[in-house]
T-cell receptor
Framework: GENVEQHPSTLSVQEGDSAVIKCTYS??????FPWYKQELGKRPQLIID?????GEKKDQRIAVTLNKTAKHFSLHITETQPEDSAVYFC?????????????FGTGTRLQVTL | NAGVMQNPRHLVRRRGQEARLRCSPM?????VYWYRQLPEEGLKFMVY????????ESGMPKERFSAEFPKEGPSILRIQQVVRGDSAAYFC????????????FGDGTRLSIL
């Protein structure tokens, strides 16, 4: 089955700096890669996703890049703000023609300091 | 446009009792996924269902756990004879019928075993 590794487990940045979180996956059949943000005691919220036919996707201060050959994908947050502090999870799944389960990374706790 | 609805939000059970967790998917979504999140850990897939069918239960413990998604009504995750190790947050997500679509999560049920 799929295995997703995520690094770092914790990340502390100053407000205004950029944050990068990296994930690798093992199953070459995986072709859908969402990122979720989870605040303490809350639901995971989808913040951005990318499919394997695209190398990069951007949404305001958030971008995701995908390297299919190396089987890794990254989340980039620019101009970080205190409200970006949360745990971020990457995930992967394969498109079998019907909806498929997500395999999650272990999470990155991002702390944005003033 | 209601999101994924889970209830109860918090559930306390004594060892040996049964726990029933409910999930109503987003309107128009016919696929439901259950994930478990232990404290300070990531989300682990448990089971994937569509109406009246279990599609993938590879993440379900072999004993005491069962899930259903009847033709009418919410999906139910049932845990019999609960033990302390069942204490966790249980999240439900839903997605539309076709394709590798984003999964949207409910607020979760936090199960505590005394």
């Amino acid at each position: 089955g799929e295995n997703v590794e995520q690094h770092p487990s914790t990340l502390s940045v100053q407000e205004g700096d950029s944050a990068v979180i990296k994930c690798t996956y093992s199953d070459s059949a995986s072709n859908y890669f969402p990122w979720y943000k989870q605040e303490l005691g809350k639901r995971p919220q989808l913040i951005i996703d990318i499919r394997s036919n695209v190398g990069e996707k951007k949404d305001q201060r958030i971008a995701v890049t995908l390297n299919k050959t190396a089987k890794h994908f990254s989340l980039h947050i620019t101009e970080t703000q205190p409200e970006d502090s949360a745990v971020y999870f990457c995930a992967a799944s394969s498109d079998t023609g019907t909806a498929s389960k997500l395999t999650f990374g272990t999470g990155t706790r991002l702390q944005v300091t003033l | 446009n209601a999101g994924v609805m889970q209830n109860p939000r918090h559930l306390v059970r004594r060892r040996g009792q049964e726990a029933r967790l409910r999930c109503s998917p987003m309107k128009g979504h016919s696929h439901v996924y259950w994930y478990r999140q232990l404290p300070e850990e990531g989300l682990k897939f448990m089971v994937y269902l569509q109406k009246e069918n279990i599609i993938d239960e590879s993440g379900m413990p072999k004993e005491r756990f069962s899930a259903e998604f009847p033709k009418e009504g919410p999906s139910i995750l049932r845990i019999q004879q609960v033990v302390r190790g069942d204490s966790a947050a249980y999240f439900c997500a839903s997605s539309p019928l076709y394709g590798n679509q984003p999964q949207h999560f409910g607020d979760g049920t936090r199960l505590s075993i005394l």
